[in-house]
């Protein structure tokens, strides 16, 4: 199983970006697919996070400006990042949790990061 993370890039403070994150391999099912991020010389935080059902999680931090979605179909997930500002700027990274055809518990997979850079 491959998570590929696009969309990092340089934004203005006051911006928007959207990132998404694809998985592909032998998947059966997803039930939790999310976003976290690094920022140097801090701890890897979650962002946001959607289950297969819909429920969504967010940091307190990002409450009200971003938006996580996915398509079930695709087996994709996006974040919506509106209002960005230079404390957004991280290394973000997808991450789900996947039944593969191979096992019959959830594993975890992560993506390989994206980087978002907001300047003031």
């Known amino acids: 199983v491959q998570l590929q993370a696009s969309g990092g890039g340089l934004v203005q403070s006051g911006g928007s970006l959207r990132l998404s994150c694809a998985a592909s391999?032998?998947?059966?099912?997803?039930?939790?697919m999310g976003w976290y991020r690094q920022a140097p010389g801090k701890q890897r935080e979650l962002v946001a996070a959607i289950t297969s059902g819909g429920n969504t999680d967010y940091a307190d931090s990002v409450k009200g400006r971003f938006t996580v979605s996915r398509d079930n179909a695709k087996n994709t997930v996006y974040l919506q990042m509106n209002s960005l500002s230079p404390e957004d700027t991280a290394v973000y990274y997808c991450?789900?949790?996947?039944?593969?055809?191979?096992?019959?518990?959830?594993?975890?997979?992560w993506g390989q990061g994206t980087l978002v850079t907001v300047s003031s």
């Open positions: 391999g032998t998947i059966f099912s997803i039930n939790r």
């Open positions: 991450k789900a949790d996947v039944r593969t055809y191979y096992s019959d518990n959830y594993l975890v997979f």
